[in-house]
């Protein structure tokens, strides 16, 4: 039989043993919280690393593409485009439109360099929507010519796919009452 002390102090262990493993739980419990709130933040740091690596790369790629110089390159089609109309002009001297033709073959060199293209369509081909802009319509009652090229206005610029200086256009356009008119005058 265990006497009364014995059994105090046993009780006592027990006490000791519980209170240190209450301590234990509450440390376990404060380091699981602290490690979900580093596992967190951690993640959180990895996406901001992520992104701002992900914006270099894609600032990096499109320097290696050159698309650093797609301004530079717009206003050079818009000069290649808009002022080589100036070499038919009369009033220009032979020595100053030779000049001239130098300068707009130089300027398309540089185009060219940089993979960009002077452009026309051809009367009769479809209509590329991103490359021309419609200056005016022709009503038509071939259904075949309905959104091609009647006229090629002005060049237009292209680089990798995407416009540098779009096309002006003349474009036929269907019209169904124009047919009929056709029709009705024929007979």
């Keep these: 039989m265990e006497t009364q002390s014995e059994f105090v102090a046993e009780e006592t262990e027990q006490n000791s043993v519980a209170a240190t493993l209450e301590k234990i739980l509450d440390l376990q419990q404060k380091n699981s919280r602290q490690l979900v709130q580093s596992l967190r933040e951690n993640v959180n740091f990895q996406n901001q690393v992520r992104r701002g690596m992900q914006q270099e790369l894609d600032a990096l790629k499109e320097q290696q593409r050159g698309e650093q110089f797609t301004p530079i390159l717009k206003s050079i089609a818009a000069i290649c485009v808009e002022y080589r109309t100036l070499l038919s002009d009369e009033s220009i001297s032979q020595n100053a439109r030779r000049t001239l033709q130098l300068m707009f073959e130089e300027l398309e060199d540089i185009l060219g360099d940089y993979g960009a293209e002077i452009f026309n369509s051809n009367v009769g081909e479809p209509r590329r929507p991103l490359l021309t802009k419609i200056i005016s319509t022709i009503s038509t009652s071939d259904r075949d010519q309905h959104n091609t090229i009647a006229k090629s ?35």
């Design 153 to 187: 206005r002005r060049s237009g610029v292209v680089r990798n796919g995407r416009p540098l200086y779009r096309e002006f256009v003349d474009v036929y356009v269907f019209d169904p009452d124009k047919s009929n008119s056709d029709f009705a005058r024929t007979e």
